[in-house]
């Protein structure tokens, strides 16, 4: 009958080996967490999910429009004629709420500057930019919780954005 051995690993070895998987971990732990939560931009408002904070949009929407001119025929179908690629339409909704690390009056009020100022913006969501710039052209606000104070708690920001073309 023969006896297997096994060799066990010294105590320094089994250190230096913890060590190094702790060491990669910790590395990799910094990488995602850099990258971890950042949905994407609206000039310097930044969609973001993490521990502390919850800044997201939902149903993003883009239009995109081609204007013809119809040229009527006696008889037959009319035709048509490229007059026009028209600006992009953008719109979504955000959700803003104090639970959840977002003050919603500063960010409403943020928003609406940016509306009356007519301040050009740039859409980048998961690293990939959309169109050049944007204008917000309306913004739908509705206040959802407010505390007896008077507080804003949760409320609803909808947004839209028309395509701002170089001249």
Do not use: C
Request: hydrophobic share 30%; glycine share 6%; proline share 2%.
């Amino acid at each position: 009958m023969e006896k297997k051995i096994i060799a066990k690993p010294l105590q320094s070895q089994k250190k230096t080996i913890t060590s190094s998987l702790h060491n990669i971990h910790d590395v990799e732990k910094k990488k995602t967490k850099k990258k971890a939560g950042k949905i994407g931009t609206l000039g310097d408002i930044v969609f973001t999910v993490s521990s502390k904070t919850i800044r997201t949009f939902d149903g993003l929407k883009i239009e995109s429009k081609t204007e013809y001119a119809k040229h009527t025929r006696h008889n037959k179908k009319p035709l048509l004629e490229f007059q026009y690629n028209d600006t992009d339409t953008a719109s979504f909704t955000m959700y803003l709420s104090v639970l959840l690390g977002v003050n919603p009056r500063k960010m409403q009020k943020k928003i609406d500057k940016y509306r009356k100022e007519g301040k050009l913006l740039t859409l980048i969501i998961g690293g990939k930019r959309y169109g050049k710039k944007w204008v917000i052209t309306d913004h739908s606000k509705e206040y959802e919780k407010i505390d007896n104070k008077g507080n804003l708690w949760i409320a609803k920001s909808s947004v839209s954005l028309q395509e701002y073309p170089e001249r």
